[in-house]
């Protein structure tokens, strides 16, 4: 409950009662305990001061237990006990009497917005595939080091080439395109493997089959949307989350996105009486489980400067140690209700849980959280100095609103009567972005392909026009030299025999002759003889000669007409002589 100065009335205990400071609520805080112990019914007792004090806030509805801050609250035996601690009257006599001072027309709700990721109970809630960036995307989808690496270089690309990356189709036409395009890239933007580019859009794939193809598109979230304040009261942003939290990996990227985005959006503005605006992380432990190192870091730091831009983060979770142990030590303003100690691992727990306190001289810490009833809690808020202040053992406040969910018609009503601001979330619209670039690229790369082939395929049948009609004319040349060849070859082979036949029966003769009689009478006889039938034969010879010389010249320069022309010649000479 809102007290007029900037101070939230969140519990009672023995000592009185316990404000939270408004100028220390944006250090942050933790809400921790066992199912069933109050941390919802607190988380909105804290929200609800904050929007009495015209702070807006943003909280995940895990269980639709939270839409209930939208209505007034009404009186139950469970708070009637409790009136008389929270609200004691002046005097003694009236006190002892279980009076209280308060009002029941106090109970009222807050003014309330609706959101689902899903576009079913709430106004969608989007962001754009660049607006979420590689980082929490690969975290998204689960990839390993290298794939995150190649859908980083995908970014890279489509940013270097104005391509914009809008929803989960854009990304996927994308990674097609740079697969393909691979070799082009890979000097300029690094290795880009297709096992990696296969492995991303499998992902792709599972996410959508999750739905979480609604969550990627246009309009995208705008932040500012935040910050409304409707009759000086801060409007309560409820995200209906219990589809979402089936999905543990989209829910705590989206918050963390919402997160990252609120910070980088916000200008400093140091400390403030109150804060901008507060915002409610409930089942905590599902944004740090499997979150590498790197990306807790990161965390770590968006929650330790968001502070000075006036937002204050609470997480809400089981154990304390759900939180990292860095994150945890930045979260000053703590409400621990009780934790049950079955097994050893739960006694370490709870010892641990208590050791983030400070100590209270009248009670032992750690049997103090395991005694804890229903709507009680161990609390330590951040004094106006920043210190925490010392442990209490406290009953936490009732809600002025609802305690439980709302019908499904009152969410009816209160989506109807959303500014115009939020109904626009409804008309998703899909401009131009990587996915319409693209597909035109391809098709004109399909179609220049395409004239590309037919251009290749008319070459190769002029080619094998030319080579047809080169063989055909080859065959036809081949013909007419084979019919010339054979005749001359016949030719030359019948000349050449017939000279070479008649040589060598003339060769013998001359032989004879030559090589015949030494003596001067046979020399004579057979010089007569020799005469004789050389006279007989010159004239032969004669003929003979002319013939090798014809067939010489038409058997051209073989060997055998060499060799012919050769003995015809030396029988000439010989005799000539
Ligand atoms: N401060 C309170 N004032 C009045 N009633 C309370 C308060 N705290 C808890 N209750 C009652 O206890 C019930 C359970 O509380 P709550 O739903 O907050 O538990 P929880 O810790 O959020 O449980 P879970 O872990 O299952 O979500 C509430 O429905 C409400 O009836
Ligand atoms: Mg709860």
Redesign the pocket.
Known sequence: MYTDDNQLYIAHCDNGPINMVGKMANRHGLIA?????????????LAESFSQAGVPCFMAD??G?LSGISQAGQM?S??EK?LPEFFPVENAEEANSQRSTFNPQRFSGCPTRFFDVFGEQGYPMRATISMMGPQLLARLMQLNETQAGVLNAVFRIADDNNLLLIDLKDLRLMLDFVGKNAAKFTTEYGNIAPASIGAIQRAILQLESEGGEKFFGEPAFNIEDLFAVENGKGVMNVLAADRLMLNPKLYSTFLLWLMTEIYSRLPEVGDMDLPKLVFFFDEAHMLFEGTSKALIDKIEQVIRLIRSKGVGIYFIT?VPSDVPANILAQLGNRVQ?ALRAFTPQDQKAVRAAAQTFRANPDFKTEEAIMDLG??EALVSFLDAKGSPSIVERA?????LSQ??AITAGQRLDINAAAPDNIKEYENFVDRESAYEVLTEVNQQLEETKQQELEAAEAQKAAKEKEKEEAKAAKEKAKKEKTSKSIKRGILGTMIGAAASSFARSIGTQIGKSVLGGTTKASTKKTSSSTKKSTTKKSSATKSASSTVKKAAKKAGQTAVNTATRKVTQEILKSILK
């Open positions: 305990g066992a199912t069933g112990t109050g941390k919802t019914v607190t988380l909105q007792v895990m269980k237990d139950s469970f708070i409790r089981q209700h229903t709507g009953k936490i406040l009732f809600p305690i439980g």
